[in-house]
Structures are given as structure tokens and as C-alpha cells.
């Protein structure tokens, strides 16, 4: 568990200004349910004096995030809006005493929601607003130009692992890696220009070694299965099909062990435990059919039933139900426990 | 106020038997199995005697099937790269989108340093495995099949037994992870076609630190781990008599009472979700409804974020986990709920509890009578809940 400090703690289990509040008249929202924090901050100004005399914050978010908003609305509340502009996530993070490095994008989206709410309070456009193609580097996090340009110029950030911490950037599927550490070298070398950082701290391009790139899920194309066959919309008569004779498989490796043909514990034999088990694929056939796909038995061999899939049951959704449901009902009727296995499909 | 600990896919507690069978072996006999004396004579007479148990419980048909590890990891990597080596003509590896990390990560790394084609089944919505991707996968360049007995954060059950006859029928191996399922589903593996199975023993009440992998006799088999005879060669190292004896008393101590024990986790199991599902609202059981463990909950609760409501469970004494990704320092939300495709509104609040045989009825009622609090707490003051109930419209600059 992460170690948070005790102020971190206060304002996550005593939130102070969470709510909804009706009569703000200066929001700011950021983040989104994809995005796993987001945070609406709303503020009434004084018409007058500019003087933000009530906060209010709902957030969805982490301990550090909560803690994080709540600790913005104190800050803001009794400050001008120019006061209120200058604020940084520095400031919100010191307010709580400190937080971990891997939630400092929880104070950076405090900042964010401020900077909003202050842009609608004077009735400015966002300049990264516009989401042009390219003004929006990391997609998985929606974290555009701006706003790491912001996070690295008010943290100092030198690596590309610590503009992650901050902004989220690049934690994701990480294919923003090179535009991330493209923007950094460009802006840590315009704080080397205006003195703001030392030339030996600043990030060059190319000098991070590549991060391991993500495996990505493989999924496998069927090549022309055919159509799956019509569903029978009438129910049909209950038909036991033929015990097919076992077909040679090829020699397994290694060798099973030989089964050993138990008798059944409910003194059933071999036939009646077959036909058994054929009145419970008939009885779940309708369930199988409602999901558009069809179960047939094709053999009983000691305890192993193969069955063949067809349709939608030739799927996931049905073949595990087949493989685990159907294994079940038999189990509890037969009083013993038999494999099913489906046929390949030919 | 007690705590509920209803983590126990994470860890279990100790069975105070099991402390009890260890003890005499940190002290009065300390001594080495392979020794010819009398020290190591009683050691090595308890350590068959756990071996026996573990046997038992797994339905193994030989003692010897059995060989010790250091735990569940060790056991997996011991298993794939043992098949692997041994099979140098199949270079192909299958496995799931929803492992553990202790195959994932293996897998990874085979398939960027070491040549191996990883082919990774995806799941459907309940975690069950797309058995046409499999059967599509398998193949005469297969050399191992690895899939999960039960997965350890929906407790979405594979049907292992068909599955390792298909790979057999490929003239493949299989393996399975059964650290999740050992203990707490009945297991015959010699009515089986599994060839390897690991399994850990702090996830069944006995010591940390501690596991085994069963290698059904006549596989082949090449030690991860070279250097004495112990394990009949094939795990050299002096066994941990203390963990193994203790394995082996709570392997007999699960074994004893599963069915009824099965029964009651599973009735609090259902109370726990049917009473969260009843006062919640907006949330739902993940899994596979038709075949899961019996003690595993995963419910995913829309709107807010998991680690927000373990801090809030962990105030009132309650111990779960979450499949979030701010508990982990990862940014998103976890691989299994992901390959399930359970949305962002959801994923990011799943919460899983996990039951044991200890577990009583008293806690679950505790829980589900801070449940709803906590979820209403944090949805107040979630965005994207509306006060009457429901989504709410929220619009952000950036998203």
C-alpha cells in the first residue's frame, strides 16, 4: 500500500468541500472514466472583487486524488482569481505533505481543473483546447502538449519516467514514448535557455533506453468457416444420435494412464449411464439454441462424453458452459464425475 | 472491533495445526533428510508422510509425482521451460490473456530472448476461454499448452481436464496453475490428461515460501534447479522441512472437511454478492456465473475507483483487494478485467473478496453492512454520479 501522509489520510476520510454546489458560476472538469480519475471543480467568484468565496469538488479517483481536490478547494477559497491562477500542483502537494511520486498526476490534475475553471471564469479559450490532430500526445490518457509543457516547466522534470508520474503520459500503451521524450528534450532545453535548469540536468533525446514494449494480445483468424447452420425455431423431437466408434487419434505423448472403468455408484451400466447422459444434453439443448448454436453427444467412453459443437456453441460462450455446466448436471445426476470433451470441428 | 480478512487469494493464515506440526522441526529435529543418522531418520520419515498428504489432495497417483519448490512461480518455470528444452522441434507456447504474471511475464520474456511463439487465448466477457482460438492455435509446432486452473481474480474456473486432452491430441504437454484452485476444488489428476501442475501453500493455510510441481510419471523432465539428489534430482537443495511438513498437515486438514467446507464458503459467498448486488445497485458479479471458485468474489462497482474504496473498507477493519490500478502503480486497470472487456465505468472499481474456511457469517453481515455506505460516500462525490441516482452529464476539457 502506498505510504501516505497523515494530511493525505484527513482529506481522503473527511473530504472537506465535496459536493455538488448549484450556483457555481465558474467550472472546470478533467479526466474521464477511461482514464481512472477525473475531477469537476466549481467555484462561486464574487462579481465584484473576483474573490472565489466557495469551492466545491466531486472527483472520481484513487485516495490521492480525493485528497488532492479537496486540498485545491482550501487553497482557492478566499483567493482572487489572479491568486488563484498562480497556484501550481506544487502547491497542492506541499499542502498535503508531499505525495508519492506515482500519484503526483493526481496534484497535477488538481492544477489542471483550476486552470479550466479559471479560463471559463474570464471567458478565455483554452489554447490546447482545440485537440487538433498531434496537439494530443498521449491518446490512453488524452494528455495533450500543454499540459505536460506545464507539468515538466512546474516540476523541473528531467525523465521521461518522472513526466509519466506527473502527467500520466506515455503509462499506458506507451506508443506516445517518442513524441513524450521529444517534447521534453525541447522543453528542457528552453529552460536551459532561460535559466531555469542547468544544462547537465536536461533531458537530450534518444538518451532514455527504450522501455520493453508492451506484448499485445494475439487473437486468431478462422479462415472460411462456413455459415453456422440454421436455428431451428421448433423443438425437436428428442433424438439419441448413434455411438460413433472412437476415431484413432494420433499417438499421444505422452501415454495416458489407462482408464479404469468404475462401476457406477448408482449401479447404472455403461448403456444406461449413455442414455442418461443423452436426456441431459437433450434437456440443455434448448438453452444452448436460445444462444444460437447446438450441442450434440457423440460418445460415451467410461467417463469420457465427447460431444459436438455447432453454431454459437462452436464459440467461447457456450463451449466452456458445454465443457463445465454440462459436466456438472451429469456429475449430479450420475453420482460421479465424467470429462467432456468437444469433437474438433471438422 | 476484529478484522475481516477477506483477502485470502493473496495470502491465507496459517492454520495454528499447522504452526504446531512445524514446530519441532526448527528445533529438537533439525536434521538433515539425507543423513544416514538418527537426526536426519525422523525428518526424512515426516517428510514422506507430507508428501503422502499433498498426494492425496491432489490425486496424484504416485508419491514421487510430487516434487517441492519454492512456491507457485518457481513451480510455472520450472514446468515451461522444462518443456521447452526437452521439445526443441515445437517451439510454440499457448497460454490465456488472464495468467498470472508468473506465466505472463515468462512468456514475454521467452518470446522476445528466446525465440518462442507465444500464442495467448483470449477470454469472453465471464473469463472464459475462446476454445476455437485454442483449437485454432494448437498444432505440430505446439510444445506446451499452459492455462490456469482458476483464475485468481475472478475465479473464473478453465476446464482444464478437456483442454489438456486437446493438447494431447496435438501431441502437446500441458501444464496448469492451479495455485488458486488446489484446496479449494476436489482434484483427481490421475483420471486426468494434465501432465504439470504448480500449486502454493500459503494459498491453502499452509507456510509462505513454499510450493510444488506435479510432473505425472513418464514426462521428461530437465531440473531449473541443478545440484543434489533431493526431489529425486530434479530439485537439487536441501528440503524445507518445516514448510513441507506443514503443507503437508494443512493438505490434510483442507482434504478433511472440503466438501462441507465448499458448501458453507460458497452459501456466504452468494450471501455476500446477492446482499452487495440487493443494497448497491449499479454493480455487478464478474466471473463466470456457472463455474467460479467457491470463495472468490470479484464485483465491480460503476462510477468509482477501487483503491478509494479499500481505504474506506480498511478504515472499518475490512481487508479486500482490487484489480485497480492505482493500488498496483500501474495506470490501468488490470489485465484480466481488461481482456474480459469490462468497461472503464466498471473496471476501475472492481473489488475482490476473497473467502476461506474461516470466514463466518457474523463478518459477512459486518461487511455488507458497510458497503453501501462507503459506495454511496464515494459516488456522492463522484462526477459521474448524479445525486438522483445514475449517470450524470460531466463533460470534461480534456477527455
Known amino acids: ?346 | 472491533m476484529e478484522p475481516i480478512y477477506l483477502d485470502n487469494n493473496a495470502t491465507t493464515r496459517v492454520f495454528p495445526e499447522v504452526v504446531e506440526e512445524m514446530l519441532p522441526f526448527f528445533s529438537e529435529q533439525f536434521g538433515n533428510a539425507s543423513s544416514i543418522h538418527a537426526f536426519g531418520e525422523e525428518v526424512g520419515g515426516a517428510l514422506r508422510k507430507a508428501r503422502k498428504s499433498l498426494q492425496a489432495l491432489i490425486g496424484a497417483e504416485y508419491d514421487h509425482e510430487i516434487i517441492f519448490t519454492s512456491g507457485g512461480t518457481e513451480s510455472n518455470n520450472a514446468a515451461i521451460r522444462s518443456a521447452l528444452s526437452l521439445n526443441p522441434e515445437r517451439t510454440e507456447l499457448i497460454t490465456s490473456t488472464v495468467e498470472h504474471p508468473a506465466i505472463l511475464s515468462l512468456a514475454d520474456w521467452l518470446e522476445k530472448h528466446e525465440g518462442v511463439t507465444v500464442h495467448r487465448i483470449p477470454v469472453d466477457s465471464q473469463g472464459r476461454l475462446d476454445i476455437d482460438a485454442y483449437r485454432a492455435a494448437l498444432g505440430p509446432k505446439t510444445a506446451l499448452v499452459s492455462f490456469m486452473w482458476a483464475n485468481n481474480e475472478t475465479g473464473t474456473v478453465f476446464p482444464v481436464d478437456g483442454l489438456a486432452e486437446l493438447a494431447h491430441d496435438a501431441g502437446a504437454l500441458f501444464h496448469t496453475d492451479a495455485v488458486q484452485a488446489v484446496g479449494k476444488v476436489p482434484i483427481d489428476l490421475k483420471n486426468t490428461d494434465i501432465d504439470m501442475l504448480s500449486l502454493s501453500s500459503h494459498k491453502l493455510h499452509g507456510p509462505k515460501g513454499l510450493g510444488a510441481l506435479y510432473l505425472r510419471k513418464g514426462v521428461r523432465f530437465r531440473p531449473l534447479q541443478r545440484g543434489g539428489h533431493q526431489e529425486r534430482g530434479r530439485r537439487g537443495g536441501t528440503e524445507n522441512a518445516p514448510a513441507i511438513i506443514g503443507l503437508g498437515k494443512a493438505a490434510e486438514m483442507t482434504m478433511a472437511t472440503m466438501a462441507e467446507d465448499t458448501a458453507r464458503i460458497t452459501a456466504l459467498r452468494d450471501r455476500l454478492e446477492k446482499g452487495v448486488v440487493q443494497r448497491v445497485g449499479h454493480c455487478f458479479v464478474t466471473g463466470d456465473p456457472m463455474d467460479r471458485l467457491p470463495n472468490t468474489s470479484t464485483i465491480a462497482f460503476e462510477y468509482i475507483e477501487g483503491e478509494a474504496i479499500l481505504l474506506l473498507l480498511n478504515k472499518k477493519g475490512i481487508a479486500a483487494s482490487s484489480g485497480s490500478a492505482c493500488t498496483s502503480g500501474s495506470l490501468e486497470p488490470s489485465h484480466v478485467l481488461r481482456a474480459m472487456d469490462i468497461p472503464f465505468t466498471a473496471a476501475h472499481g472492481a473489488i475482490r473478496f476473497s473467502l476461506s474456511r474461516e470466514t463466518t457469517e457474523a463478518e459477512i453481515d459486518r461487511v455488507l453492512d458497510a458497503v453501501p455506505g462507503i459506495i454511496d460516500q464515494l459516488r456522492d462525490m463522484s462526477p459521474f454520479w448524479s445525486t438522483e441516482g445514475g449517470k450524470a452529464e460531466f463533460n470534461p476539457e480534456y477527455a
Open chain 1, 1 to 346: 500500500m502506498w505510504e501516505y501522509t497523515d494530511t493525505v489520510k484527513d482529506h481522503f476520510f473527511n473530504p472537506r468541500n465535496s459536493g455538488p454546489m448549484q450556483d457555481a458560476n465558474a467550472v472546470g472538469e478533467v479526466g474521464s472514466l477511461s482514464c481512472g480519475d477525473a475531477l469537476k471543480l466549481m467555484l462561486k467568484v464574487n462579481l465584484e472583487t473576483d474573490i472565489i468565496e466557495d469551492a466545491k469538488f466531486q472527483t472520481f479517483g484513487c485516495g490521492s486524488a480525493i485528497a488532492s481536490s479537496s486540498a485545491l478547494t482550501e487553497l482557492v477559497i478566499g483567493k482572487t482569481i489572479d491568486e488563484a491562477r498562480a497556484l501550481t500542483n506544487q502547491d497542492i502537494a506541499e499542502f498535503l505533505g508531499g505525495l508519492p511520486p506515482e500519484k503526483m498526476h493526481c496534484s497535477v490534475m488538481g492544477q489542471e481543473a483550476l486552470t479550466a475553471a479559471v479560463a471559463a471564469w474570464k471567458g478565455e479559450e483554452l489554447e490546447e483546447d482545440d485537440h487538433e490532430e498531434g496537439a494530443l500526445i498521449c491518446k490512453c490518457f488524452a494528455v495533450d502538449a500543454g499540459m505536460m509543457e506545464r507539468a515538466i516547466r512546474t516540476n523541473k522534470l528531467t525523465t521521461p519516467e518522472m513526466v509519466t508520474f506527473y502527467t500520466k503520459a506515455g503509462g499506458g500503451c506507451s506508443a506516445c514514448r517518442e513524441p513524450l521524450e521529444e517534447l521534453l528534450a525541447d522543453v528542457n532545453a528552453a529552460m536551459v535557455a532561460e535559466g531555469e535548469l542547468s544544462a547537465q540536468e536536461a533531458f537530450v533525446f534518444g538518451s532514455a533506453p527504450a522501455p520493453a514494449p508492451k506484448p499485445k494480445a494475439q487473437g486468431f483468424v478462422i479462415p472460411d468457416l462456413p455459415p453456422p447452420p440454421p436455428v431451428d425455431v421448433v423443438p425437436e423431437p428428442i433424438a439419441i444420435q448413434p455411438l460413433k466408434v472412437k476415431p484413432a487419434h494420433a499417438p499421444k505423448l505422452p501415454p495416458a494412464p489407462v482408464p479404469i472403468i468404475e462401476p457406477s455408484p448408482k449401479g447404472l451400466s455403461p448403456a444406461q449411464e449413455a442414455i442418461a447422459i443423452a436426456r441431459i444434453i437433450e434437456e440443455m439443448r434448448s438453452v444452448f439454441k436460445a444462444d444460437g448454436g447446438d450441442v450434440i453427444l457423440m460418445d460415451v467412453e467410461g467417463t469420457k462424453v465427447t460431444v459436438e459443437m455447432t453454431g454459437a456453441c462452436a464459440g467461447c460462450q457456450i463451449a466452456s458452459l458445454t465443457l463445465g455446466g454440462l459436466r456438472k448436471r451429469i456429475r449430479e445426476e450420475l453420482g460421479r464425475d465424467f470429462i467432456v470433451v468437444p469433437t474438433q470441428t471438422a
